[in-house]
């Protein structure tokens, strides 16, 4: 069925795991991510940032896919589409598209800036039904052209954003987007903690892919509801669909075909997303 991201995160929130988020770049992707969350029987949310959805044609376009993909696999388990890194404009185009959760990201602007454009995009989006994230500090690394150093979140600015009416926050913690280099620091527990206990609500972790599972299960201890993945899923798909290539499965018989070409890639999102939910701790938690 398909959700607002609000319950299935409150639930996770309180039950002390969390829901998977992961991007969507195309059919491949929206189907593998489906097809997992079905077999995994957990909430799972799939996202779009700015970027995919002009790729892909769209914001009508990429909620439909999600939406017919949703009905024509007969999926039960709760489904949020969520548009990733919103900007202002952005989130209003996805709130009119049928998307059911939407992340304005005014990390970029001034905080009272930041705090105004979100009341008015939660106001929009509340009166839809469609739950929403916003973001204080910087998330390292590069999203869309929008490259941050990755500060650490404020305490007290993670206070003012909450008040807002957001449903879930994303709040820098030395995470980034990308893979992480090989003198990253880690996660901050001690900022997650204060944060955590600050705004008493599902903590959002961006930057996923490359993290420890230790780090992982001890940020979910702390209030991180919603983990995003998008890079770990890209790279399993490239390297599937480049060996599938080089041992030259591409050259027998209609082995070109896309349909052939693309499956085994595919097959690897599902196995990487089935692999994340594990580790989440979400798996039957749609019952």
Known sequence: MLVNAKEMLDKAYENGYAIGHFNTNNLEWTKAILKAAEEKNTAVIIAASE?????????EVVANLVKNMHDAMEITV????????????????A???????????????PLEENLEKTREIVELAHSKNISVEGEVGGIGGEEDGVTSAGELADVNECKELAA???????????????????DWQGLNF???NEISEAVNMPIVLHGGTGIPDDQIKKAI?????????NTECQLAF???TRKYIEEGKDQKGKGFD?????????????????????????ENSAK
């Open 51 to 59: 970027g995919a959805i002009k790729y892909m044609g769209g914001f």
């Open 78 to 93: 709760p489904v949020a589409i969520h548009l990733d890194h919103g900007s202002y404009e952005g989130a209003k185009s």
């Open 95 to 109: 709130i009119a598209a049928g998307f059911t959760s939407v992340m304005f990201d005014g990390s970029s602007f």
């Open 164 to 182: 807002c009416g957001i449903d879930f926050l994303a709040a820098g913690i030395g995470n980034i987007h990308g893979v992480y280099p090989a």
């Open 190 to 192: 001690e900022r997650l």
């Open 221 to 229: 201890s702390l209030g991180v509801s919603k983990i995003n993945v």
């Open 238 to 240: 490239a390297e599937a």
């Open 258 to 282: 896309p349909r052939k070409l693309l499956a085994d890639g595919t097959s690897a999102i599902v196995s990487k997303v089935e692999e994340k939910i594990d580790m989440f701790g979400s």
